[in-house]
């Protein structure tokens, strides 16, 4: 029986349930391949900026941000070239605000949303949320973009995940220019992993008005607990987009320390190419050394099926190799609920030193 103050709520919010975020153990001890954090430390200048922010003893905290994260948004625009302005940039608390305010212009009892299954889990939820029709489209094993299936919804818009999570497939330009011609609505192409692929999208906005393209901080940047995203799109949606976001939706510590580690390209150039290293140095381990089915990554993460001794796999396999990393503090990310990811563990791109603990557990797993 719903409570007294359950039944006050709107129907579709008492009845739908929260996204589970990864863990966040607050001990240290960890080897905490999770959530796809960078494994290295933001740029320097990151922190110098939110401590120049909070000096005169916190002075300038007495004031409201700059309510459009206007510096943000043309430093944006500039180190994406291609001829975009301020016009084309949209900030967030996170890209996860930025996936939440798509929802919230385009999605709604009326407005189905589709997005691929499996993709990131928060879609449905931001959907459900607004009260919208959810429209899953499924993947088979091979993960191949299903172009026709996804053109054939009623879908005002559709999120689509490139690199795609949780198995790390990048999709081309090719392949997202073909869903465009066919698929009639807004393509919301959440690029969270692009620094770490072959190709973005970046190129078809000017020519594809339907294409908005979402970008975190939170992974190659290494500011995940700063909690900064972005979108580019056509102006037009940027302007709705405006009218429906929280008017301080990026706080000032954020602002700052985001433009500070987005003006250091250098840094993360290093880091992100050590993560690409270390990634397809694994990727070739897994597979090779350890005859496990991988997909091809282009993200900081690898989704691999965990073989046993006996050579078998399948969810029972993945979970015991779940638990036995848990047992020794290593998380990684199982994916219980849906057949095609539940006999695989995502493990997020560590340092090396992280990345051999894994190695040596997987080892003590087999007994070898
Ligand atoms: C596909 C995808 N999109 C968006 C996000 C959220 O990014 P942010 O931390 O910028 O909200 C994540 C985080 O894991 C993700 O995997």
Known sequence: MPSELQSLALPHVAAMHAYTPGLQPTESGWVKLNTNECPY????RAAAAIAAELSDAGEKLRLYPNPKAAPLRQLVARLHGHGLTEENVLIGNGSDDVLNLLVRVFGGPDAPTSFTLPSYSLYPVLIAIQDGRSVPVPFDRSMKLPIDALAATPARACFLTSPNA?????????????????FPGVLVLDETYAPFARENAVALLNSHPRLVITRSLSKAQGLAGLRVGYCLANPEVIGLLDRVRDSYNVNRLSQAGAYAALSDGGYYDAIIGKIIRTRDYWFGELTGTRGWFTY????????????NVRGETGPAVAKSLYDFFF???????????????????????????????????????LGV
Do not use: C, Y
């Open 327 to 365: 047992a020794r503090r290593i998380l990684v990310r199982a994916f219980p609920s849906h057949p095609l990811t539940a006999s695989f563990l995502r493990i997020s791109v560590g340092t090396d030193e992280e990345m051999l603990v894994v190695n040596e557990a997987i080892d003590a797993w």
């Open 296 to 307: 091809e990554s282009q993200a900081n993460f690898l989704f691999t099926e965990p073989k």
């Open 41 to 44: 430390p933001p740029s320097p």
């Open 166 to 182: 949780p198995t790390g497939i990048g999709f081309s330009n090719t392949e997202i220019a073909a869903l465009l011609a066919r």
